[in-house]
């Protein structure tokens, strides 16, 4: 009996992205191809501009590819509009940056019910789901707590749970230790992984940091706009 193959949470085929930067055409990347599987741990690697983060936004669909083919749970980006590409990213795709991009005057559970305002969910359904949210992270009891009031590891654990607020398939977190000393960094490693093995939602994480990048059961090493390893082909299941 052949065993189905699952729709990749993530697809990429020769993905290339060039800048123009004062008159000068720069190759961010080069023809970048991987699949990323319905709760795969990736962490993709690489020094400051190997390409990783130009890479996480196309993932993200946050820019566009000069050429090459992305598929998001199945869907190919180039056949969408904006207005889809946005309600695309709200429904699918969980975002969390190293700068936390909280909204300063409004609380922990203001902040975290946010993406379910766009999607037009009741004012009780987006605070049942925003306290979940948190509580999922280990903040019941900061719901009410402006960013101000949080250290740096509680408010990233804020952006967390506004990731996973709406359920999406695929978490990207960009450098998500970067502004964290080692025990919060440490922390939000293992919430990391706690919600990866106990929700199914696709971790990707991109760093420079060799021992954060440890944390994910796969990883891709990129350098000069081209992954150079893979550690799925070098170990296949």
Do not use: W
């Amino acid at each position: 009996m052949t065993t189905p193959v699952l729709e990749a949470a993530l697809e990429a085929v020769d993905l290339t992205r060039r800048y123009q930067l004062d008159g000068v055409a720069v190759e961010a990347l080069r023809g970048v191809s991987l699949r990323i599987g319905p709760g795969e741990f990736v962490a993709i690697i690489g020094p400051s501009g190997s390409g990783k983060s130009t890479l996480m936004h196309l993932l993200g669909c946050l820019d566009q590819p000069t050429s090459g083919r992305l598929r998001v749970n199945g869907v190919e980006m180039s056949q969408l509009s904006d207005t889809q590409l946005a309600e695309l990213r709200n429904k699918t795709i969980g975002f969390v940056f190293q700068s936390f991009h909280l909204l300063a005057r409004t609380t922990a559970l203001e902040n975290v019910a946010l993406p379910l305002v766009y999607r037009g969910v009741g004012k009780a359904e987006r605070r049942a789901r925003a306290r979940a949210a948190l509580e999922s992270v280990g903040l019941g009891h900061r719901m009410d707590h402006r960013p101000s009031q949080m250290s740096g590891g509680e408010q990233q654990r804020v952006a967390i749970a506004r990731a996973l607020v709406g359920q999406p398939k695929v978490l990207l977190a960009d450098e998500p230790t970067g502004n964290l000393d080692t025990r919060n960094g440490a922390e939000v490693m293992a919430i990391l992984d706690r919600l990866n093995s106990d929700s199914g939602v696709a971790v990707v994480l991109v760093t420079h940091e060799p021992e954060v990048a440890e944390h994910a059961r796969r990883q891709i090493h990129v350098r000069d706009g081209l992954i150079e390893l893979d550690t799925a082909e070098r170990n296949p299941a």
